[in-house]
T-cell receptor, first 112, second 111 residues
Framework: IAGITQAPTSQILAAGRRMTLRCTQDMRHNAMYWYRQDLGLGLRLIHYSNTAGTTGKGEVPDGYSVSRANTDDFPLTLASAVPSQTSVYFC?????WGDGYTFGSGTRLTVV | QKEVEQDPGPLSVPEGAIVSLNCTYS??????FMWYRQYSRKGPELLMY????GNKEDGRFTAQVDKSSKYISLFIRDSQPSDSATYLCALSRQGAQKLVFGQGTRLTINP
């Protein structure tokens, strides 16, 4: 089934640890995005990539990094996790603006 | 001021009711308007997409855009318990791939 796969589905992480959230799409979409979703704050863009080899900062990039080595994969890394990074993280992709975004099922991350 | 404002609710209505969900925005450069539906513990999925002012109908769902008032709406007719979800509006500018999302409205349809 075409779409976006995120892993892990959930994780409890000790503060200060490094973690990479994985995102893979099989639709050959050019653009990919990472959002975090928090109660009362909605979806906030962390980082994005318009095409393989390029990345950009979104609304809340601090504490996160991304890479886009190829079209399909867009991992998000937390270098040193803090409790305020407890959230649900969604990866999304799009081809053209007219098609909207396709979202993954999310990763629930708890930093303790 | 946020670019897109959406009442977070929660909104609870009886089965069969007509539901109206709304967003307002401040930037007249927005040209593309979408509604996403998100079930609990799932990712958002695209429900409706409209371009510029006017109405678009898809089954029990109607998306309405009023660019003069910077106001968009999603109407659900004959609402069903399966419509219970969070609904997010999303807007984009001409030539821009990045979407700006509303906060989302949590809707519950009571049997």
């Amino acid at each position: 089934i075409a779409g976006i796969t995120q892993a892990p589905t959930s994780q409890i992480l000790a503060a200060g640890r490094r973690m990479t959230l994985r995102c893979t799409q099989d639709m050959r979409h050019n653009a990919m995005y990472w959002y975090r979703q928090d109660l009362g704050l909605g979806l906030r863009l962390i980082h994005y990539s318009n095409t393989a080899g390029t990345t950009g900062k979104g609304e809340v990039p601090d504490g996160y990094s991304v890479s886009r080595a190829n079209t399909d994969d867009f991992p998000l890394t937390l270098a040193s996790a803090v409790p305020s990074q407890t959230s649900v993280y969604f990866c999304a992709s799009s081809d053209s603006w007219g098609d909207g975004y396709t979202f993954g099922s999310g990763t629930r991350l708890t930093v303790v | 001021q946020k670019e897109v404002e959406q009442d977070p609710g929660p909104l609870s209505v009886p089965e069969g009711a007509i539901v109206s969900l709304n967003c307002t925005y401040s930037n007249s450069a927005f040209q593309y308007f979408m509604w996403y539906r998100q079930y609990s513990r799932k990712g958002p999925e695209l429900l409706m997409y409209t371009y510029s002012s006017g109405n678009k109908e898809d089954g029990r769902f109607t998306a309405q855009v009023d660019k003069s008032s910077k106001y968009i709406s999603l109407f659900i007719r004959d609402s069903q318990p399966s419509d219970s979800a969070t609904y997010l509006c999303a807007l984009s500018r001409q030539g821009a791939q990045k979407l700006v999302f509303g906060q989302g409205t949590r809707l519950t349809i009571n049997p």
